[in-house]
């Protein structure tokens, strides 16, 4: 009886269940990425759809095609797609969201209504910033490995955290509740071309400041790395390049295990301080030198100088983002969790105040293993 019940009861939910909001399979087609920038005064919509069928010699032919549209306003040039595109693009497939420069730097009024409220982009793809480069370009763009420039944009972000410890990545969801927050505005890494061989293909070079509705400036590999040692929380992977202790001409380099983070603020009258504790937990990786480096002695000079190294990541980090006055750092946000009536009475002046706010950092870096030998080689 039990299984007549859920037979029956399956036959009622199959027209439900139909997926792709009831369209045939054969009308639709997967979009791997979306684009959006300025053309003049018009927006430019940029989508790169998977082919249906995959080409039979992929070294000569792009398993994917880009087209773009422009209009007055965002839905406008996203509908037009459909003058050129013979099949219905599913933005939900799509795990990569480029935001190109010249709409970043006008106004991003021009597409932040459309991107909170339209149910098809996916909030929780990332978003990235194209540098030089339209977003069109870089959809155009084959990336190595990958059939897809998405594809390959995506995975350089996600390995990058875990061996290198740069960038950090930010999803479309984050980036709409980051703008609608006081107190923090967002970071999202650049992407653009550079020359591989013959071709041109995608890379992540630093990432975009915003303050408000626009972008105000970039930070450099250097300053990106001390943002993410700023960051609350725990961080896994990346490594640290230090001077030898035995020779400052050759370089040690120390890979990260984990990393913690905790801030609190500090507050006198109108004076804020933050207090930042960095702990990192890490490896004795490389030395290209000779000589014995392993002694606890040198150990302890190693982890002093890595100290130094990721002090001064994050307050190359802090400079940057003071002097384009942009709280990416959330200290605004941290002040109002912990000193809300501080922060009510400060927040008109917060353009006054960040810039001068100091920061007290500490460093305690701990080497915990040397892998496969606890010496290092020495030629006979």
Same mark, same amino acid.
């Given at each position: ?54 080409? /039979?010699?992929? !070294?000569? +032919? ?5 087209? *773009?549209?422009?209009? @007055? #306003?965002? $839905? ?54 194209? /540098?030089?480069? !339209?977003? +069109? ?5 084959? *990336?190595?490995?990958? @059939? #897809?420039? $998405? ?66 400036? *970039? ?162």
């Amino acid at each position: 009886m039990i299984r007549v019940l859920l037979f029956m009861l399956l036959l009622i939910l199959l027209p439900v269940l139909n997926g792709c909001q009831g369209r045939e399979i054969n009308s639709t087609t997967a979009t791997m990425g979306l684009g959006v920038d300025l053309a003049g005064d018009q927006v430019k919509m940029s989508i790169q759809l998977a082919k249906p069928m995959a080409p /039979q010699n992929a !070294s000569e +032919e792009p398993s994917f095609v880009v087209t *773009s549209s422009t209009g @007055p #306003t965002f $839905s406008d040039a996203a509908r037009k797609i459909y003058l050129k595109t013979p099949r219905y693009t599913l933005w939900s497939h799509s795990s990569v969201f480029l935001l190109g420069e010249n709409l970043a730097r006008k106004d991003l009024s021009l597409i932040m209504d459309t991107l909170s409220r339209n149910v098809d982009i996916r909030k929780s793809s990332l978003i990235f910033v194209t /540098q030089g480069y !339209s977003p +069109e370009q870089l959809l155009q763009a084959q *990336s190595p490995l990958e @059939p #897809t420039s $998405s594809q390959g944009i995506k995975n350089l972000l996600e390995l990058q955290e875990k061996q290198l410890g740069i960038y950090v990545g930010i999803h479309v969801g984050e980036f709409i509740n980051i703008l609608s927050t006081s107190g923090i505005e967002p970071l999202v890494p650049q992407v653009t071309l550079a020359k591989q061989g013959e071709k041109m293909v995608p890379i992540l070079n630093g990432a975009a400041v915003f303050k408000g509705k626009k972008m105000v400036g *970039s930070l450099n590999e250097d300053e990106t790395r001390g943002y993410r040692f700023l960051q609350e929380g725990q961080k896994q992977g990346g490594l640290i390049i230090i001077p030898c202790p035995l020779d400052q001409n050759k370089k040690v380099t120390l890979e990260i295990l984990r990393c913690q983070t905790k801030s609190q603020a500090q507050v006198s009258g109108d004076n804020v301080r933050m207090q930042i504790k960095i702990d990192v937990e890490g490896n004795f990786y490389e030395q290209n030198s000779t000589g014995e480096l392993l002694t606890l002695e040198n150990i302890k000079v190693m982890e002093q100088l890595a100290n130094e190294e990721i002090r001064r990541q994050c307050n190359a980090c802090i400079t940057q983002a003071q002097s384009l006055n942009s709280d990416i750092l959330g200290w605004g946000r941290k002040l109002e969790n912990t000193h809300p009536k501080t922060f009510n009475r400060l927040i008109s002046r917060w353009n006054e105040i960040f810039p001068q706010i100091e920061a007290d950092i500490k460093v305690n870096f701990s080497i915990r293993r040397t892998y496969l030998t606890d010496r290092s080689f020495e030629f006979r």
